[in-house]
């Protein structure tokens, strides 16, 4: 601890991201990438780049980015904002739209950035429980809040709701913001973003996007959020009082090219849901009991034997997968949806280990 650590520094508890291995062998089903790469039009566009041209700055507004997320969803442009991966999105958010004079509300089990943010910003929260299941009750976000915010599907859950009592919660909610952050969206869950294409767009809706998962760039760190052109002016506003260049031109360009090829995203991800399903037979075969998943990974607990202790088993073999120690969810795992080998090599492991 330096002595020049301002206030705040002292009383933050960082984000802990997935561990990135450097093993030789490796079996990585932790950090729940793609495990089939990204659309060779990106890497192609990428490439295609002028090296000399980036000597410039590239373009601030990603207006070409923009345009292309746009068309995609049916959108207008203005509704589009753009950040260096989600997570700088998310920043955005919690600086711009979320600190306000009443607590924000997340659940209590959910992406654990939510409250590293809080902390970071001076934001005050407060955690509404999940429900036996582990699943979110939009019910349960009764009492006035300075915005409401979780995935769809929650993280590390895998759980979906519908959109329908997404529209619900935001028919009870009007006098705050609801941000619904769709990381996983593309393994089987109902997006949001239909919502905001009508000429009665929410004006608190905001929709948030990743391309490190369905669209395998997470190396690339893209982000979007999309919502009425109200708040996409306040994300801006902290943008540019931030840093008025997230996206370098490599990355614009990959991202444009990723967002065009719709084929290769709904191919890959059609495999990974295949693959999930396999997956979670396979493991109810030996015993597991595991959530309804509609993300690229499934969370799992065997009854007769501890979380930490599995993953220390799959470890030693050279498997990685992710625990977590918090309340409620310590002998549970969650593991990335890999390729099918990926996944035969992950039940055999088990198998030996719960012989």
Same mark, same amino acid.
């Given at each position: ?30 950090? =729940? ?20 041209d ?14 292309? *997320? ?29 600190k ?8 209590? *089990? #959910? ?33 006035? =809040? ?23 919660l ?14 996983? &969206? ?23 996007? #990743? ?10 760190r893209?982000?979007?959020? &999309?919502?009425?052109?109200?708040? *996409? ?6 943008? =540019?009082?931030f840093?008025?260049y ?47 998943? #509609?993300?690229?990974?499934?969370? #799992? ?14 470890r ?40």
């Open positions: 601890m330096s002595r020049f650590w301002s206030p705040v520094v002292k009383t933050l508890t960082p984000y802990v991201p997935g561990e990135q291995p450097q093993m030789q062998r490796l079996v990585k089903l932790n950090t =729940n990438e793609s495990p089939y790469g990204p659309s060779p039009k990106a890497l192609a566009a990428i490439e295609g780049q002028n090296t000399a980036l000597r410039l700055y590239p373009d601030p507004e990603g207006a070409a980015l923009k345009q292309a *997320i746009a068309k995609l969803h049916g959108l207008d442009p203005k509704q589009v904002f753009l950040g260096n991966g989600s997570d700088e999105v998310l920043a955005h958010v919690f600086a711009g739209l979320l306000q004079s009443k607590p924000v509300n997340f659940p209590d *089990i #959910t992406y654990s950035f939510y409250p590293v943010y809080c902390k970071l910003f001076g934001i005050d929260y407060q955690t509404i429980p999940l429900g036996d299941q582990f699943e979110i009750n939009t019910a349960d976000y009764q009492t006035p =809040n300075g915005g409401i915010i979780f995935p769809n599907p929650n993280a590390p859950t895998g759980r979906s709701i519908p959109r329908s009592e997404i529209e619900a935001l028919s009870r909610n009007k006098d705050s913001v609801v941000v619904i952050d769709e990381a996983y &969206v593309d393994y089987g869950t109902e997006s949001c973003i239909p919502l905001l294409r009508s000429k009665h767009c929410p004006e608190n809706l905001l929709v948030v996007h #990743t391309l490190s998962k369905s669209r395998a760039l997470a190396g690339l893209v982000g979007f959020a &999309v919502g009425h052109p109200d708040l *996409i002016e306040g994300l801006e506003r902290v943008k =540019n009082s840093n008025s997230p996206l370098g031109r490599l990355a614009q360009a990959g991202a444009i090219a990723a967002i065009e090829d719709q084929s290769h995203l709904e191919e890959t991800s059609a495999k990974v849901i295949q693959t999930r399903t396999q997956l979670i037979e396979q493991l109810n075969a030996l015993g597991f009991e595991t959530l309804p998943s #509609t993300a690229n990974f499934i969370f #799992t607990r065997h009854p007769k034997h501890a979380g930490v202790e599995l993953y220390q088993a799959l030693d073999r050279g498997i990685i997968v992710r625990h977590f120690k918090s309340a409620r969810i310590e002998d549970f795992l969650r593991i990335t949806i890999g390729t099918d080998a990926q996944s035969g090599e992950l039940v055999a492991a088990l198998k030996e280990i719960l012989s």
